[in-house]
């Protein structure tokens, strides 16, 4: 989950959150704005593939801020995977990949914030705040739940 101020332009997926060790987040996890830097909208990468995409969509305006959480799950052993964001408390894509990421996340692997740890450039455009990384898969409840408590924080 985090908060983010976005501003438009930029370098090409702009890493709000970047645990992994190389391109297309490699033995970790990132969060990321597309490609089109003009979208507003996310993405999340897991073990070398991409795991879930708001595609070409736009979500929330430049210059707001706005909550997204991300929740990502294996559904069963065959390595099918959901992936829901929620923006501002709302579920608003739910993505399910069937493929087995080619590099599974690692503990020991670095993590950055607005930038990826392994190289200079993908630096995030705008404001960060508000970060959380849970262990577990949360609920749609708790999802709103937590955005309810920190939007007055925001002016949301």
Known sequence: ???FNATSGGDS????IDKSNNGSARYGFAVSRPQNSTVRGIELYVGGTQRLTSGFSNYYNFGEWVNVTITCDI???TNDWRSTA???????VTDNRTTTPPYWPQIT???AIGTWNHSTAREFKGNISNIAVYN???????VSQNFNVLRGRFGI
């Open 136 to 142: 577990k898969v949360l609920s749609s409840t708790e």
């Open 86 to 92: 929620y923006f501002n408390g709302i579920s608003q």
């Open 13 to 16: 997926y702009q890493r709000l």
């Open 109 to 111: 692997t670095n993590a």
């Open 75 to 77: 559904v069963n052993v």
């Open 1 to 3: 989950s985090v908060w």
